[in-house]
């Protein structure tokens, strides 16, 4: 069982920056999949579907969604266990609950973010 813990979501005014945080927790196996899987960010909006936003493989190759392009930057820090979600000039349709994935199926909590306008 690989456990994510997401963080680092909140308010932040149009144009903002935010970083979001997906730490893997729990035993030695969880981590050592955290760090050989790609790793997702996904968000939800309310009424809206799953998106995929984000992903970095195990060797740092990163893809993105045409609507965050140039603004989000996905790393990972494979020492730490954690990969991060460094977004700048959000808008107001930024707003969902950020997801973190990896491996079979294994997804963490969501941490919230909000724009205001």
């Known amino acids: 069982q690989v456990q994510l813990v997401e963080s680092g979501g909140g308010l932040v005014q149009a144009g903002g920056s935010l970083r979001l945080s997906c730490a893997a927790s729990?035993?030695?196996?969880?981590?050592?999949?955290?760090?050989?899987?790609?790793v997702d960010w996904y968000r939800q909006a309310p009424g809206k579907q799953r998106e995929l936003v984000a992903s970095?493989?195990?060797?740092?190759?990163?893809n993105y969604a045409d609507s965050v392009k140039g603004r989000f930057t996905i790393s990972r820090d494979n020492a730490r266990v954690t990969v991060y979600l460094q977004m700048s000039s959000l808008k107001p349709e930024d707003t969902a609950v950020y997801y973190c994935?990896?491996?079979?199926?294994?997804w963490g909590q969501g941490t919230l973010v909000t724009v205001s306008s």
């Open positions: 994935h990896t491996g079979r199926d294994y």
């Open positions: 729990g035993s030695i196996s969880s981590r050592a999949i955290f760090s050989i899987n790609t």
């Open positions: 970095i493989t195990r060797g740092g190759l990163t």
